[in-house]
């Protein structure tokens, strides 16, 4: 069966799934421009309600004043870790749509999910070029969106680093002990057929 890390799956998988994990000893070595773009390009061809495409990605670079913005916002155990990245961005996602044959934006149901679909492929993509990305939802929501001017329409999601990984030796004890890949639920937990059967 698909092994990778110290992940084994119970069905065939490509291992890019259990090749993603979320480190957070990152190396502030900057990412070529072509591999960044190649990343965020991944995003693009996530499927989306009515190919609407709602995610938007702001991203900045270490040690320019954009990524000390996004670290300022970030809570102090995730600053502790992220202050390392060569990349920190934040997902957005924009909540209304002008249907087909339409003027007028609606509200769209799927928004989220689709945002998180884009942000899915991003972190597929970047494993499979040998980087890192860690997602994290420990930051100022309302204040990321006063400070970016974000518009009633779209909603933050999430924020996140990408970079290469770094020796966890560069950590703080206690996050060295949780260096390491996660396991996962069985399917008996999340897949039902024909019927859900809640907890
Ligand atoms: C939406 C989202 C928010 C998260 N927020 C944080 C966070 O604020 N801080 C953190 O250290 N990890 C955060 N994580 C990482 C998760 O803890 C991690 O994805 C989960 O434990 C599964 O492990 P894996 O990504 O290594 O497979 C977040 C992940 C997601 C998808």
Redesign the pocket.
Known sequence: MTQANSRKADHPVDSVFLER??P?AFSPEALPEQDLRTIFEAARWAPSAYNSQPWRFIFARHGTPEFDKILGLLIEF?QSWAKNAPILAILLSKKTFVPPGKTEPVAMHSHSADAGAAWGFLALQATKLGYAV?????FDIPRTAVEFEIPDDYQVE?AFVLGRRADKSILPEALQARET??PRNPQSVYVFEGAFKPE
Request: charge should be positive.
């Open positions: 994990w979320s957070r995730n860690h997602a994290m939802t420990g999430l890949p996660s």
